[in-house]
């Protein structure tokens, strides 16, 4: 189900391009106190935090960068737990590392009891396991600490070191060669002062030689700095205090776009981090091609004509033909893409792998001037050249510094080239002459519309029968064939009896039918028949029904993401969508003759920045019409727009429940 | 602890993995494809799994399977198996992981297809950590390619008591062929059945061995839409073991228990006595004691067969703060013990009314979970260790079939059901008034297996919550004024309360809705949008139900649509609904039939009917003018 892998797809592409981002946040190895626990603990009480399970009491990071890169992180992180809820969640603690790239270690654990007795936890209590994994299998490590059992009101003080990063580097070389980034003699982070739970004090503290220049940000909020210096080095520090826990509010945007962040790079610009991420891969020959590759290609593009229809045919064929697997490669897993000729083999791998597939499909074709780009699906890059990547596409330069971007992990079974799932988003393509951070345009709700036509009769007993027709374009329309390509075969017919319970739980989908949802040159056309007994209420000369096109039975989760996001009155944060969308219900329902239209719901307009709607009925040569539309205008809806997007979805919510009359 | 051992021995046998020839092998060329299968994405050709019991006591299972991909869904759903293994006790030694593609080229799997995992379900449980999982992503997957995959496990000593197995024979992908083997010494019996399927099995001698075949072919495909672990128990299964009988494994697992049980630390002792202080009635104290485990001891959801249901100790399990079901178990039962409570552990798996029985064969494997039977005083109260009472009671977990672990017991045990009949009443009488706002009074009864008993014990506000949501499920808006406990035992809750609800929104009608009781069996159904079943369904239980309305109208108010009387009966119950307008009111009633919980596949279009019926807008609506 390649569309359902989103986020282990962009998570693959974070492990392998957050090279900015040491799994442990490790610690100064500051020793237990001698003397009991401290004195921080005594002011952390469930009063002061009812609705916490946990605090986090102190958590310092001290970062100390050598001139080659290498980073060795310290960190300790004080939590206090508050409820028997708290205490079994620290049961165990986990950190992760890639042996391949990175050295993990537990300096020592310490339990603080509320009766202030000190416990220090035996090193046995650490167990070095394989992490569970799904979808990426890249032999990552965890160290697990079976933690004694902590009672409310108890804490436990965590220290560890760390070195090197969560994805695989070069491991040639000296002992700590391999821990040393890619990007050699380089360092980024982005570190969040703010999460699920409360924090009491949190401090971030990096030093670096004193030749090599740092760029800082603080976003969301504010922070304490300082800086100090020496002969040999420049130290930053940067802390908050009393932030409280993240508040979780539905279809909300990313913590990292709403919690109090720093973001920090000794990248000079985002041209170098481009040229970098080309050369890494253009030095290893990821994308050179075989006989047969380009056989393949020549045989994949043959009969067409144009540059663009050869390049979408070989990227129908790359994202149908590379699963969603990612297993290593060992040497520069993570950061470089794999070989193109290993792709082709393997037929599997993560976004970056197949964008390496379409990239060298791309260059046999004759398309030499394709590169590989790193983009954020989810979240914003803050303009600052570090790490801030969890996904990788593809960018062909279609004219002298004009790019075409492609994505063949977004688009199986699609027509489109770049998923409209994806507007906006920022990303940086990897280019010998090395590029600035960019940013794909908003897609307008029109291109992702779903039409739904309904052309079906009432009878005087109140059956129903009818067809719904269902075409889409961009977002929608690839949802709608991932419905009948990318789920279990047996499971397809099951998931369109279910939209049609929308209609009424008596509904029988009689039969159904679609154009090929593999054949991305043919427009998806979805045709459901169906029934229902008993639909409209027919009373005297009356009759009273909602017209079926207005029950939107295209209601879940994929297709209406922006109903999940309509909860209370106000919003404190943005929301994200899945994209921007357009509903068009068409309906034409035959009435038994003599029945006229005597009382149509009311149907007033909403139109805004994030959202409009509207609905109309009429009688039409012996037929009830309806046409009504919804625009979901903006795919990150600011929460000042919330207003403006409740109204139009709950005005189309009232019309799919609201009665309209017929009379004869 | 030895490392599982992987060999590739396709990869040795060829440097350059890749042959290439015209087409598929000729032994799997002309097999069937989509056309054929048009609900499958993958057809199994041919798959053999064989445990053998070695003279010493070790295990050896070996597996071969061979499947064509049909789909492109086909190539990601049998792309990435996982297979389970311990890590202290076995070795896995992967033989061949080979795709024919429909090109005429052969791709063997690699080194980097095999990746060591530790199980989600045991992340948070190092103890448990000897279980690992390997992925074995295949490589070279396409439409019409077919893929050869076959391993070994094998005991590195003799770790297990018994050899037993439970293998389900039918699943989402259809089967040419299928076979299960089982080989044991010369002189050991093997008892086994087949379940909710036909077959005979084949016995052959080979040199002190003697090994049973069961060969099955053409096996169907069983969908998996919302289906339940209750559905599968009519799902063909077999199931085999060579325990001699029940009480070799009670005798065994009695002992470990015991120990586990009376292996308490200060600690423990201390948690235990914090979380009775002040209480002095024993359900009570049970009620507390089981409620902590439940939420509080984190719980490891794997087989408990794996652990050859041998418990950690009380105190350990207490100490690390997570366990298994019978870890957890074993935790209450010291809790109880120093309560001066008594309990007594049974293990077992729920099964529903009409399966087919497996626990005539003697096998620990079929056992899923864990229950205990604690005497507070001198009621009778049965503990789910994972679940708090409120959520897991007598009435989630009667038909439930077990061994208590206790020593010297030779046969099953069914927990019994709620001994009261399976009602649900609603007696409401309200007020209307012009806008259709509306107030009233109500009598909810719930007896049997309706009863929240456990959940709303000692809670007005859990108690007035759940009022709240029987009354607004009836007439949605709804809000409970006052309301009084009638009755309140396990058996039966009765309430009586005061509501009343807001007036809906203006329409362009005076349309009142009214729904189905919470808890009614026609609502919620899972997977009830399905039009037909493979498997049979199992719902919560059975049960009668009967809804009485009466809708004073206000001055002037008269009906205009009501509901016509509805009738249907059909094998799996039946559904009567009556609405009267009379004496400036209107009449509801509503009887819903559902005598059994088990709905068989043929009769399951019926029961849709009866919900369909029940919850259908044109059923559940009156328009006023």
């Keep these: 189900m390649k569309h359902s892998l989103r986020t282990l797809a962009l998570a693959a592409f974070a492990a392998a391009c957050l090279t900015t981002m040491p799994w442990a946040q490790a610690a100064a190895q500051k020793p237990a106190p001698p003397g009991g626990a401290p004195e921080a603990l005594k002011g ?35 939590v206090k737990v508050l409820t028997e809820k708290g205490a079994a969640e620290y049961a165990t603690v986990r950190f992760d590392y890639d042996p391949a790239s990175s050295f993990a ?27 569970p994994q799904e979808m990426i299998y890249w032999g990552p490590r965890m160290k697990v600490v079976s933690v004694p059992k902590l009672d409310p009101g108890d804490a436990v003080e965590v220290r560890t070191y760390s070195k090197g990063f969560v994805i695989a580097y070069l491991a040639d070389g000296s002992q700590d060669e391999k821990y040393i980034p890619p990007m ?4 980024y982070d982005v570190v969040l002062f703010q999460g699920d739970l409360p924090i009491v004090k949190k401090s971030y503290t990096i030093v670096l030689p004193k030749d090599k220049p740092l760029r800082a940000e603080v976003f969301h909020g504010e922070l304490g700095s300082m800086v100090s210096f020496d002969d040999t080095s420049i130290t930053y520090k940067w802390w908050k205090e009393n932030a409280p826990a993240l508040e979780e509010e539905p279809r909300m945007v990313e ?12 990248v000079q610009s985002w041209p170098e981090k481009s040229r970098w991420f080309y050369h890494v891969n253009e030095d290893a020959n990821t994308f050179a091609y075989t006989d047969e590759i380009k056989a393949k290609a020549a045989e994949i593009t043959q009969g067409l004509t144009t540059d663009d229809d050869k390049r979408q045919a070989l990227l129908a064929w ?8 990612g297993i290593s490669m060992g040497k520069g897993e993570g950061y ?11 037929r599997a791998g993560v976004c970056k792998d197949i964008a390496g597939m379409l990239i060298t499909m791309f260059r046999a074709a004759g398309y030499t001037n394709t590169y590989p780009a790193m983009t954020m699906a989810g979240a914003k890059v803050e303009n600052l050249p570090a790490d801030q990547f969890n996904h990788c596409v593809v960018a062909t330069e279609i004219a002298p510094g004009q790019y075409k971007l492609y994505d063949p992990t977004w688009c199986p079974f699609s027509p489109e080239i770049w998923s409209s799932a994806e507007k906006p988003q920022n990303y940086v393509i990897g280019s010998p002459r090395g590029e600035e951070l960019m940013e794909t345009p908003p897609a307008p709700a029109s291109d992702n519309f779903i039409k739904l036509v309904s052309d079906s009769a009432i009878a005087e007993n109140g059956d ?22 990318n789920s279990p075969a047996y499971s397809v017919r099951g998931t369109l009896e279910q939209w049609l319970t929308a209609l009424s739980p008596r509904a029988e989908l009689l039969s159904y039918d679609s154009t090929d949802p593999v054949n991305i040159k043919v427009p998806l056309k979805v045709v459901l028949k169906f029934r229902v007994p008993g639909y409209a209420m027919p009373y005297g000369k009356e009759m009273a029904l909602t017209p079926p096109a207005a029950k939107n039975i295209l209601s879940n989760r994929r297709l209406t993401d922006f109903i999940a996001a309509i909860g209370g009155k106000d919003r404190k944060y943005d929301i994200f969508l899945r994209a921007t969308r357009e509903f068009l219900f068409q309906e034409t329902l035959r009435v038994p003759q003599g029945y006229r239209l005597v009382k149509a719901p009311e149907a007033k307009a909403v139109e805004g920045a994030a959202a409009d709607w509207s609905g109309k009925l009429d009688m039409k040569d012996g037929a009830l019409v309806l046409s009504e539309r919804l625009a979901i205008k903006e795919k990150i809806v600011p929460a000042a727009h919330y207003a403006n997007l409740k109204d139009a979805v709950d005005s189309m919510k009232r019309y799919g429940t609201a009665l309209t009359v017929l009379s004869k | 602890m030895k490392a599982a051992k992987i060999l590739f021995a396709a990869a040795l046998l060829s440097l350059a993995s890749l042959a290439v020839s015209a087409a598929l092998p000729s032994q799997y060329a002309g ?9 499958a994405d993958a057809l199994t050709l041919s798959e053999s799994r064989h445990f053998t019991l070695g003279a010493d006591g070790r295990v050896t299972e070996h597996v071969l399977i061979v499947q064509k991909i049909l789909t492109y869904q086909g190539m990601d759903e049998i792309g990435d198996p996982k297979i389970a293994f311990n890590k202290d006790n076995q070795t896995l030694t992967v033989n061949l992981c080979r795709t024919h593609t429909p090109e005429g080229k052969t791709v063997d799997a690699k080194a980097n297809s095999f990746n060591e995992m530790t199980p989600y379900e045991l992340e948070k449980a190092p103890a448990y950590t000897g279980w690992r999982e390997m992925v074995c992503t295949k490589v070279g997957l396409d439409v019409n390619a077919v893929v050869e995959f076959e391993y070994t496990i094998a005991d590195t000593k003799a770790w297990r008591p018994f050899l037993e197995g439970v293998v389900m024979l039918e699943g989402v992908f259809p089967a040419l062929s299928r076979e299960v083997a089982v080989t044991v010494p010369a002189g050991k019996e093997v008892k086994a059945k087949l379940l909710n399927i036909q077959g005979q099995p084949a016995t052959s001698n080979d040199g002190g061995a003697v090994t049973t075949t069961w060969t099955f072919k053409n096996l169907p495909l069983v969908g998996r839409v919302a289906v339940s672990a209750m559905d599968e128990a009519f799902a063909p299964m077999l199931v085999f073991t060579t325990a001699p009988g029940w009480k070799a494994h009670a005798d065994r697992v009695a002992a470990l228990v015991q120990k586990a049980i009376e292996t308490t630390s200060p600690a423990l002792d201390k948690k235990t006595d914090e979380l009775l202080k002040g209480l002095q009635d024993p359900f009570e104290k049970t009620s507390k004691l089981q409620s902590y485990v439940a939420q509080y001891i984190n719980g490891v959801d794997w087989p408990l067969a794996c652990f050859e249901f041998e418990p950690r100790a009380a105190a350990e399990v207490y100490e690390s703060g997570y366990g298994h079901g019978l870890d957890k178990a074993v935790l209450l039962c010291a809790m109880l013990k120093r309560a001066g409570i008594s309990a007594a552990i049974a293990a077992g798996r729920r099964l529903p009314e009409g399966a087919e029985d497996p626990t005539t064969v003697p096998c620990m494997a079929l056992f899923n979970r864990t229950v205990i039977h604690s005497k507070p005083a001198n009621a009778t109260l049965w503990l789910d260790p994972m679940a708090p009472l409120s959520e897991s009671s007598q009435r989630n977990l009667c038909g439930m079939k077990g061994l208590p672990l206790l020593p010297g017991m030779d046969e099953i045990h069914t927990l019994p059901p709620v001994d009261a009949p399976d009602q649900l009443f609603v007696n409401a009488e309200a007020t209307l008034s012009a806008d259709l706002s509306l107030e009233g009074s109500a009598t909810i009864s719930l007896s049997g297996a309706y009863s929240p008993y456990y959940k709303l014990q000692g809670s007005k506000d859990d108690q007035k919550a759940a009022l709240a949501k029987a009354i607004g499920a009836v007439l949605p808006g709804a809000t409970v004024g006052e309301f009084s406990v009638v009755r309140m035992e396990p058996g039966a809750t009765v309430f009586q309360a005061s509501f009343k609800a807001p007036a809906p929104e203006k329409g362009t009608v005076k349309a009142l809705r009214t729904g189905l009781p919470d808890g009614s069996l026609l609502s919620n159904v899972r997977g009830i949008w399905l039009q037909v079943r493979s498997l049979p369904l199992v719902l919560p239980h059975g049960g009668s139900e009967k809804v009485t309305l009466r809708l004073k109208l206000a001055d002037g108010q008269k009906a205009g649509y009501l509901p016509t009387a509805l009738a249907k009966d059909v094998a799996a119950g039946s559904f009567r609904q009556t609405w009267a307008a009379k004496d400036g009111a209107l009449d509801l009633t509503m009887e819903v039939s559902v005598p059994k919980a088990v709905v068989a596949a043929k009769d399951y279009p019926g029961l849709r009917d009866l919900a369909g019926l029940a919850n259908a807008q044109a059923s559940r609506t009156v328009i006023l003018e």
């Design chain 1, 44 to 78: 952390v009480t469930a009063e002061k935090y009812p609705d916490a399970d946990a605090v986090i009491v102190n958590e310092d990071v001290r970062v100390d960068v050598e001139a080659s890169g290498l980073s060795h992180v310290n960190k300790t992180q004080l």
């Design chain 1, 105 to 131: 270690e537990v300096k020592g654990m310490t339990v603080f009891r509320a009766d202030g007795a000190v416990e220090p936890i035996a090193p046995t209590n650490v167990y070095d396991l394989p992490q």
């Design chain 1, 184 to 187: 050699r003699g380089h360092y």
């Design chain 1, 255 to 266: 913590p990292s776009d709403v919690a109090t962040k720093l973001v920090l790079a000794t």
């Design chain 1, 318 to 325: 790359v994202s149908r033909q590379i699963r969603y697997s």
């Design chain 1, 336 to 346: 470089t893409l794999h070989p193109g000729t290993m792709d082709f083999d393997d």
């Design chain 1, 464 to 485: 129903l029968t009818g067809s719904f027709t269902l075409t889409g374009g961009a977002y929608s329309e690839t949802n709608l064939r991932w419905t009948l390509v």
């Design chain 2, 31 to 39: 097999t069937p494809t989509a056309k054929d299968y048009p609900g």
